[in-house]
């Protein structure tokens, strides 16, 4: 099982919409935890941190449950720009991040 | 801030060569990470330093592949020699502390034919 686990997609969702995203992750000890989102032939950016008690950033929204150990990105009022892949990251406490591979999102006019 | 610089941004170069990717990361942080991208395996973290110090390169392929940072504000990848599956999108990231989310250079995407 890997690590950090995350639906490839792609995700095409109209404009205007709402599109939401999960991630699980198989280390019960982690303890940081980010969105990431990397535009095609580019580096990746750091979106938001997730908290354990949830964090909203504009139209996005990030969520935490450890019970199920799975995070969640939620975007609404899908725009054009928002097309990208979006990565799942968590960290055990320790400088080392793991990486999901990713889900693509294509928001379409 | 001039953000984490990598050179060269592209590489071609033929098998068995040598290839040396270099990395600058952000002053002041002091944690550096030589992430490798491809379609198949996504991004897998090659290896990590702490203050100059390799803490782990358990993610490093082969014996091919070695990593250096002489000073807080250098280091390299090398591969030598290289093959044709050693090409990818080579990353290195800095960060001043695990909570806080890393950032990445531009990459180096390295072709080898």
């Known amino acids: 099982r890997k690590e950090v686990e995350q639906d490839p997609g792609p995700f095409n969702v109209p404009e205007g919409a709402t599109v939401a995203f999960n991630c699980t992750y198989s280390n019960s000890a982690s303890q940081s935890f980010f969105w990431y989102r990397q535009d095609c032939r580019k580096e990746p950016k750091l979106l938001m941190s997730?908290?354990?008690s949830g964090n909203e950033d504009g139209r996005f929204t990030a969520q935490l449950n450890r019970a199920s150990q799975y995070i969640s990105l939620l975007i609404r009022d899908s725009k054009l720009s928002d097309s990208a892949t979006y990565l799942c990251v968590v960290s055990s406490g320790t400088y080392k991040y793991i990486f999901g591979t990713g889900t693509r999102l294509k928001v379409l006019a | 801030d001039a953000g984490v610089i990598q050179s060269p941004r592209h590489e071609v170069t033929e098998m068995g060569q040598e290839v040396t990717l270099r990395c600058k990361p952000i002053s002041g942080h002091n944690s550096l990470f030589w992430y490798r991208q491809t379609m198949m395996r996504g991004l897998e973290l090659l290896i990590y330093?702490?203050?100059?110090?390799?803490?782990?390169d358990s993610g490093m392929p082969e014996d091919r592949f070695s990593a250096k940072m002489p000073n807080a504000s250098f280091s390299t990848l090398k591969i030598q020699p290289s093959e044709p599956r050693d090409s990818a999108v080579y990353f290195c990231?800095?960060?001043?502390?695990?909570?806080?989310?890393?950032?990445f250079g531009s990459g180096t995407r390295l072709t080898v034919v």
């Open positions: 330093f702490n203050n100059n110090v390799p803490i782990d």
């Open positions: 990231a800095s960060t001043s502390g695990g909570g806080y989310g890393y950032t």
């Open positions: 997730v908290y354990s």
